[in-house]
């Protein structure tokens, strides 16, 4: 049976930075794609931080930026809305069909071998001094020393559905996207717990997209890009985003998880290039020292550099979310009237893209806005503004 050091179920963003640095720390990688193309089909909107994309160790490709000008973003609630400065935020808009590719590249220059429309099938521990798991896969079997979970959120599925949201995301080309304007629309009757957004790509192109609890992500979709005017469609993709949070014990035995897989994208957004990017380059690196020490023990140091560098604000994130989702479109309106313009600004002028709960805080501090949030969350709005 072909054997490896490590083996990562899942040739995504996060699959691929473990790999990448695994095979960095000299140990041989295998990564298992179970689509026939890796990067494709995209289902990502692709908008990330330029400091998030950096600290991953990545300069885009120029075929894998879409945008660099996003300059502001609306907000809107059902019948009112404001606009945030974008220009402190740093972002851009990435194509994650050229940009895992990139990484793909990066990590085979390393030595890690990715193979594609191989799908993992299962993954079982021998109990020998040999190898420890046997992973079966579409092409065959294979043994690994450390097996690195990065499916996705289909690996999250199977064990918890209560934090998943169904979202529907369309390539759309209009006149009504605007270059430098990203749009995010509230609405807790069409969009439970989430919104509709839209990421420009270009004048008159972008990624339209929703999501929410329990809906028909296609029609809910469908009528706001009907509310919107004159378009073409010309792709759609659906997928589900995980909006909980971190699961716990992403480490046992040799078996690492990462990424979408390890609920490490945002609970605000599930935006998760940056912050499940990171859960693989973090995990890779542990697997290498733990493999390079012979110490298993060094594992565990993934799972608390993770957690040391987004656990904080995924709490406040995960606070943020429990009141949207106590929120109807009323209070939603109410509590964007609540907020002065002041306060807005001040929200533009200290924003960070991936650790916005702090922008948040400055919304919500807002003399009626903390009333409002006070009355949904109770005391615990304490943590997430600083009430006196
Ligand atoms: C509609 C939508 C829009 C989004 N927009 C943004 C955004 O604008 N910005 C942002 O930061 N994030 C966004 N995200 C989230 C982001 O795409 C994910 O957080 C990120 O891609 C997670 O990376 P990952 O490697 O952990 O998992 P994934 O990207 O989900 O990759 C998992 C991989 O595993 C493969 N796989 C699954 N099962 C198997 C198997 N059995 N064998 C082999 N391979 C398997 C899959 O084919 C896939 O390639 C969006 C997500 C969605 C759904």
Request: net charge neutral; glycine share 10%; proline share 3%.
């Amino acid at each position: 049976m072909p054997g490896y050091d490590v083996i990562v179920a899942g040739g995504s963003v996060s699959g691929l930075l473990a790999a990448r640095e695994a095979a960095a720390g000299g140990l041989s990688v295998a990564v298992l794609e179970e689509d026939s193309e890796i990067g494709t089909p995209e289902h990502c909107g692709g908008l990330v931080s330029i400091a998030g994309i950096r600290n991953i160790g990545i300069v885009p490709d120029a075929s894998a930026v879409e945008n660099t000008k996003i300059a502001r973003a609306k907000i809107l609630s059902p019948s009112s809305g404001f606009e945030i400065s974008a220009e402190k935020q740093k972002v851009m808009v990435l194509d994650r069909r050229a940009f895992d590719k990139q990484i793909a590249f990066q990590a085979q220059k390393l030595g890690a071998e990715i193979k594609v429309k191989c799908a993992m099938r299962s993954f079982s521990k021998k109990e020998d001094d040999g190898p420890t798991y046997i992973v079966k896969t579409s092409e065959g079997d294979l043994v690994c020393k450390y097996f690195v979970d990065a499916r996705g959120v289909a690996s999250i599925i199977a064990r918890n559905r209560e934090g998943v949201l169904q979202s529907a995301q369309y390539e759309v080309y209009a006149p009504w996207i605007e270059r430098d304007t990203i749009e995010v629309a509230f609405d807790n009757q069409r969009y439970p717990g989430f919104f509709a957004w839209i990421i420009p790509t270009a004048q008159g192109s972008g990624k339209v997209g929703v999501a929410g609890r329990g809906i028909n992500a296609a029609s809910a979709l469908q009528s706001y890009i009907d509310g919107k005017g004159k378009c073409s469609i010309v792709r759609k993709v659906y997928a589900s985003i995980w909006v909980n949070g971190p699961m716990e014990n992403l480490v046992s035995d040799r078996m690492i998880i990462v990424g979408d897989a390890a609920g490490q994208s945002k609970p605000t957004t599930a935006g998760g290039i940056y912050t499940c990017g990171m859960g693989g380059v973090l995990a890779g690196r542990a697997v290498a020292e733990a493999a390079r020490k012979n110490d298993d023990r060094l594992l565990a140091q993934y799972e608390k550099d993770w957690r040391s560098m987004f656990g904080a604000e995924f709490e406040k994130m995960l606070l943020a979310r429990k009141l949207l989702e106590r929120l109807d479109n009323k209070a939603i309106d109410e509590l964007f009237s609540a907020v002065p313009p002041e306060k807005i600004e001040e929200a533009s002028a200290s924003g960070d893209f991936d650790f916005h709960s702090a922008a948040l805080a400055k919304i919500l501090g807002a003399k009626s806005a903390t009333r409002m949030a006070k009355a949904l969350l109770g005391n615990e709005i304490r943590r997430l503004i600083d009430i006196s």
